[in-house]
């Protein structure tokens, strides 16, 4: 059973409490869930959250536990966090690192994030084990507080918003305009084809199928 330290600490955007829904889960006697466990939409063929357990790709999977599941409770919904792009959580690290803000971090159980692996979870944001702010000497300061950065157990991070579960709640309509004047320029996601339709200036000048493969529409 996992033993994690989850917080949220806050929230870069301003929002004071995480994102609280409810979730798909198995009964506790088939999957238990302890409380702050990372999980992924993937029991009961993508149904049902259960803890993550490899580094894979994860669009749209993650979630965070907000409550026990025990043997004992029957299948159901119960709540989850849910990571939005700005959510400052704190997690384990598998070993205690030197984490700079922007490090990528990735799976390493439903308890910790590591410093490597293949498919991005999410990302170092936090400063409190950096060194403190440098005394000026033209200001008269005294000491020098340095440049390292201490070495620490676990680690403040953001959720990528492609891993979370919360790109679930945006994706459909959603639309990236490239271009700063005339018709829309960018890419649209087309739901009822799985496809990505590719415009310039307003006019569709290609898409990529669901395979991958690119066709020109001009």
Do not use: C
């Not at 995480?18 to 990372?38: R, S, Y």
């Not at 990528?104 to 439903?110: G, N, V």
């Not at 305009?177 to 799985?194: E, K, M, P, R």
């Amino acid at each position: 059973m996992a033993t994690p330290r989850p917080r949220f600490l806050r929230n870069l955007g301003g929002a004071t409490q995480p994102l609280v829904m409810l979730g798909l889960f198995q009964a506790g006697g088939t999957q238990a869930i302890e409380f702050g466990e990372i999980l992924e939409l993937t029991g009961d063929t993508n149904t049902a959250f259960v803890p993550i357990d490899s580094d894979f790709l994860m669009y749209g999977h993650i979630a965070i536990a907000n409550q026990d599941i025990i043997d004992g409770d029957r299948a159901g919904y119960y709540e989850i966090m849910v990571p939005r792009p700005d959510d400052v959580f704190e997690f384990a690290l598998a070993t205690a690192g030197q984490t700079a803000v922007g490090q990528r971090l990735y799976y390493s159980s439903s308890e910790a994030v590591t410093t490597t692996g293949t498919h991005i979870l999410g990302n170092a944001v936090g400063q409190s084990h950096y060194p403190d702010r440098q005394g000026r000497l033209t200001k008269g300061a005294t000491g020098d507080a340095g440049v390292t950065i201490t070495s620490y157990a676990y680690v403040q991070m953001t959720f990528a918003q492609g891993a979370s579960y919360y790109s679930r709640l945006v994706r459909q309509g959603s639309a990236l305009d490239l271009g700063d004047s005339g018709g829309f320029s960018g890419i649209l996601y087309d739901n009822a084809n799985t496809t990505f339709d590719t415009y310039l200036d307003g006019t569709q000048v290609g898409h990529i199928g669901a395979d991958g493969a690119w066709t020109d529409d001009v």
